[in-house]
């Protein structure tokens, strides 16, 4: 299957991006090493991650769409990253827990983020009136939306990505 590639065995291309996962976290995360076969996915998806995690949705809040999409698309690589993502940021367990869980936040404002990522991706992007105005009624903006269409479409080639690589 996918190998999990190291520094001297990967794609000159993935090599700069391994470095700097490696740097980041100690280590090569296995994700990263599965990636690496293709230096064009691995350096795209850092690259929109960054890019969205440079975006005017709160950090909470971007946390959200990644755990929705990574417990939807069943990614436990990602489950887990991010679970500790959060808990840096200082979520606390029952939100940790509901995402998990797929139930609903405690928290009004980030549960209209789940919910209108949910709806994004249900409706492929066509996004009813009622459903756009209920995220915008939480102090979201239009950008905001957006932004979440880009969380969306960076972490759903992360997942899929990792799903198929096997990565652990």
């Given amino acids: 299957m996918f190998t999990a590639h190291t520094l001297e065995t990967a794609p000159p291309g993935s090599r700069p991006a391994m470095e700097r996962a490696a740097a980041a976290f100690g ?26 995690e440079r975006s005017t949705l709160e950090p909470v809040a971007r ?22 993502k959060l808990r840096k940021l200082g979520a606390g367990t ?3 827990a509901a ?10 404002r ?3 983020v789940r919910q209108f990522t949910l709806a ?18 939480h102090g979201h903006t239009e950008r905001n939306a957006l932004e979440v269409v880009l969380g969306i479409g960076t972490y759903t080639m992360s997942t899929l990505a990792n799903r198929l690589t096997r990565a652990a």
């Fill in 94 to 96: 029952e939100l940790v």
């Fill in 99 to 108: 995402l998990r869980e797929q139930r609903a936040l405690g928290d009004e």
């Fill in 120 to 137: 994004v991706l249900v409706t492929a992007g066509g996004v009813g009136d009622e459903e756009l105005k209920a995220f915008l009624a």
């Fill in 63 to 84: 946390e959200v769409v990644i755990m929705t999409i990574a417990v939807r698309n069943d990614c436990h690589v990602c489950v887990a990253m991010h679970t500790g």
């Fill in 27 to 52: 280590r090569v995360p296995d994700a990263v090493a599965r990636l690496a076969e293709s230096p064009e996915l691995l350096n795209g998806f850092l690259e929109l991650s960054a890019v969205f």
């Fill in 110 to 112: 980030l549960e209209a």
